[in-house]
């Protein structure tokens, strides 16, 4: 493989935008998808239509709220965890985590944690800690991994496009931020940063005051690559055509490309399966 090509895409609804979702699939071509906050029980997620796209996928609904999947186009993820350790009474799907083509793929939705102060932002922060724990553990691995998703983050005033209307918001409030950056000092590289050290760079842009019209955006989807991968960082880039698109979800997707083959199969750590196992395909 000349190139591997991994996205994140906060659809927002996979049942409301599932025509969205198959139209970005046939045009771009992603390699590797990781979708956020599907809002639909695993029953209803739309596989028969995916697989007809060409893509395996695994997946881990919850009725009305959340959900996370992973999509690997010619063939199938290799689940490695649903679910993310630290706290057995935590019934969010907000986490996944497979193998695919050499690459170990985390696919998470970070909790959005308004209204702050109070206990969402608390289960917010629990949240991230227990994330930074879980990639230090994959960072010492050794194996080639990407941490790929929506992290309800705005890392500096750079990435968003008026910090002034934000400031009470659990997005940017100093914790959250200071938890991303602990995250990245552990040795990550924040691809679409490194790509584009200069430029504003959105990929999300609410429903109001006609903020995508007007480009008032947030930068709040993130691809981290362990120190192995970044070297091999070849191009990055967010695809906003689809937030133009009626009934678009207010994220868009936002993908990397790597150079070269991932080599050998990355061998998965001692599964942790949470949810119905009918939910993998």
Not at 145 to 173: C, H
């Amino acid at each position: 493989m000349d190139s591997l090509k991994i996205a994140t895409y906060n659809i927002n609804g996979i049942r409301a935008r599932r025509g969205n979702l198959l139209e970005w699939l046939a045009r771009e071509q992603p390699d590797v998808v990781c979708l956020q906050e599907l809002k639909a029980q695993d029953a209803d997620f739309p596989i028969d239509d995916i697989r007809a796209a060409g893509y395996g996928a695994i997946w881990h609904g919850q009725k009305s709220w959340n959900g996370v999947a992973i999509l690997a186009r010619d063939c199938e993820p290799l689940e490695i965890r649903r679910g993310l350790p630290g706290d057995r009474d935590d019934s969010h799907s907000r986490y996944l985590e497979a193998a695919v083509q050499g690459v170990i793929v985390a696919c998470l939705y970070l909790p959005n944690g308004n209204p702050q102060p109070g206990p969402k932002f608390d289960y917010k922060l629990s949240w991230f800690e227990r994330f930074i724990e879980h990639a230090a553990g994959l960072l010492a691995s050794g194996h080639p991994v990407v941490l790929a998703g929506d992290y309800n983050v705005v890392p500096t005033d750079e990435d968003i496009y008026n910090p002034r209307s934000w400031k009470k918001d659990a997005l940017l409030q100093p914790e959250s931020r200071e938890c991303f950056e602990r995250l990245l000092a552990q040795g990550w590289t924040d691809a679409l940063r490194a790509r584009y050290p200069d430029e504003r760079i959105y990929t999300f842009w609410d429903y109001f005051r006609q903020h995508w019209q007007k480009n008032s955006g947030l930068r709040i989807d993130h691809l981290l690559l362990s120190p192995d991968l970044a070297p091999r960082l070849q191009d990055a880039g967010v695809d906003r055509w689809v937030r133009d698109q009626e009934h678009a979800s207010d994220h868009a997707p936002t993908w990397i490309t790597l150079k070269g083959d991932a080599g050998a199969a990355a061998e998965p750590a001692k599964s942790n399966k949470r949810g119905k196992t009918g939910a993998r395909s």
